[in-house]
């Protein structure tokens, strides 16, 4: 298997961090730059939004390009624009920062992935494509949290500087240790959204909305929640790296649990099991002599519960349009960004109103929702599953 996907992953895993890096640094930019706690959410909201909204519409303006230079692209402006965060006189520079971010960041998972799907044998791919992603997973596990303890020990421009670096050494190995390739197939931004026409496909994508908004409620404000019960800084940062093992851990139980019982099965179980947890995180605060490492306890409890959704949600949209695997997949993650997105503005709400004691019960009304959706997808693919023979 080539070095060269080495380099891939060292993208997705510095631009991974940024995108989840700025939950765990909230409190301190909100101090630094002179806005509220539920203001500076937007940095996570209009980010995510951005994303989802972008994704699509950027793979197809640069679908005629070459996979290689796109990613240069794609990694240039995002380490340029990391480097000019640090050094953002205010907050409104910062969000505008943070959204020219997110424009080209989304270019470069679908496309590190293409291009690792190109320069391996067919029957390498798998592992070529889990190579790339991987650097994602380990960003939650270990960026997350390393981006964190930065922010605590040099102040939150360094962590920034830090993202820098990191798209800047991506931005170099891929230079300089990946080949230039072919342009792959021009897809126009009318047939990227095509599988939208199918019911199916929507509900699928709402439940992934719903689900992720659910869990970002809560994980948006997640240092807010802790900074009462003593927990900040480097602690925090502890508390981060153990949400990522979790998460990489639900993940791969996820995959198993996927071809086991199915993706919606997987799913049901997921959202069923966030429920109880995150209600339990809003009863925390109201429970006498209840100790902190309970809630830390539920950090742990909730990635590997709600991670093992994310091979599900993917698994199930495969099988709706098999066809269209790549552009269902791009469709899905502008759902998990969608999310992120409503999972922010909905928390930054309740940390203006009622407080952060309230997260819980907010996402777990979200994931309600998740529900009540899987339910609708479940009976929308019955029809259609009824309606193939008579075709």
């Known amino acids: 298997m080539s070095f060269a996907l080495v380099w891939l992953a060292l993208g997705t895993f510095a631009i991974g961090t940024e995108s989840f890096l700025v939950a765990g640094l909230l409190p301190e930019i909100a101090t630094d730059v002179g806005v509220s706690l539920d203001s500076a959410g937007h940095l996570i909201g209009w980010f995510a939004a951005t994303y989802a909204v972008a994704a699509p519409i950027m793979a197809a303006l640069t679908g005629r390009f070459e996979r290689r230079g796109v990613l240069l692209l794609s990694l240039a402006v995002f380490t340029a624009a990391n480097l000019a965060a640090a050094f953002a006189p205010d907050f409104h520079t910062l969000l505008i920062l943070r ?25 390498q791919r798998g592992r070529a494509l889990s190579i790339v992603v991987a650097g994602l ?13 930065i922010g605590d020990l040099f102040g939150w421009r360094m962590s920034f500087v830090a993202v820098a670096a990191l798209g800047g050494l991506a931005f170099l190995g891929i230079a300089v240790g990946l080949p230039r390739m ?9 047939q990227r959204l095509a599988p939208l026409g199918m019911p199916a496909v929507r509900y699928s994508l709402l439940v992934t909305v719903l689900w992720v908004g659910g869990a970002y409620v809560l994980y948006t404000f997640l240092a807010a929640y802790f900074m009462p019960r003593g927990i900040t800084g480097l602690g925090f940062a502890a508390v981060l790296m153990l949400f ?4 990489f851990a639900g993940n791969l139980f996820g995959g198993w649990s996927t071809d086991r019982i199915g993706g919606r099965a997987t799913t049901r179980n997921a959202v069923l099991l966030l429920l109880p947890i995150f209600v339990v995180f809003s009863l925390l605060p109201a429970i006498p002599g209840a100790a902190v490492w309970l809630a830390v306890a539920l950090v742990g409890l909730w990635p590997l519960a709600g991670f093992s959704a994310a091979p599900a949600r993917q698994a199930l949209l495969i099988d709706l349009a098999p066809q269209s695997a790549p552009v269902v997949l791009a469709l899905n993650a502008s759902a998990l960004y969608a999310g992120c997105a409503l999972g922010a503005a909905v928390g930054g709400l309740v940390m203006a109103g009622p407080g952060p ?10 994931e309600l929702l998740a529900l009540l959706a899987l339910g609708l997808e479940h009976q929308v693919r019955r029809r259609r599953l009824a309606a193939v023979p008579a075709e």
């Open 99 to 123: 959204i020219s971010m997110a424009v080209f960041a989304c270019l470069y998972t679908p496309a590190a992935g293409a291009l690792a799907g190109a320069m391996v044998p067919p029957e």
């Open 137 to 149: 997973t380990v960003a939650t596990a270990v960026g997350v949290p390393f981006g964190t303890a």
């Open 182 to 190: 072919m342009p792959p197939m021009v897809l126009s931004l009318r």
């Open 244 to 247: 990522g093992c979790c998460a």
């Open 357 to 366: 004691q309230l997260l819980g019960w907010a996402g777990a009304g979200i």
